[in-house]
C-alpha cells in the first residue's frame, strides 16, 4: 500500500504542485479581500468622524476620576466650540480596581 501511495504521489508530482500553488494564491486573494474591506470600513468611518468632528476623551493619571464639578467649567469655557457632549461612565470592573488601590 505504501509503495502504491508513493508512486501515485510521485507521478501526480507537477499536478498535485499547481493545485497547491492555486489554492495558495485563492487563500492569499481572500485575505487580501478581507483585510482590503476592514481597511476600507475603518477609512469611511474615520472620514465620517473627521466632517463631525472628533471624539474627545478625558483620562487622568493612576485611573482617578474626575467629577463633573471639576470638568464642567471646563465644558462652559469652551461652549462655543461643543456643540454637544455626554458623561459616559467607567466600567464596573474598572471602579472595583480603582476603588481598592
Known amino acids: 500500500m505504501k509503495k502504491m501511495v508513493m508512486k501515485n504521489l ?4 507537477m499536478r498535485n504542485k499547481m493545485t497547491s500553488i492555486i489554492y495558495s ?3 492569499g486573494f481572500i485575505i487580501f479581500l478581507i483585510v482590503s474591506y476592514n481597511l476600507q470600513m475603518k477609512t469611511v468611518e474615520l472620514m465620517a468622524i473627521q466632517y463631525e468632528g472628533a471624539y474627545l476623551i478625558v483620562k487622568t ?3 482617578k476620576m474626575i467629577t463633573r464639578e471639576q470638568f464642567d467649567p471646563i465644558l462652559m ?3 462655543d466650540l ?3 457632549f455626554a458623561y459616559i461612565t467607567p466600567d464596573v470592573k474598572n ?3 480603582a476603588s481598592f488601590k
Open 82 to 84: 461643543i456643540e454637544e
Open 77 to 79: 469655557q469652551n461652549s
Open 61 to 63: 493619571d493612576n485611573q
Open 95 to 97: 471602579l472595583a480596581t
Open 10 to 13: 510521485e507521478s501526480h508530482k
Open 25 to 27: 494564491i485563492a487563500l
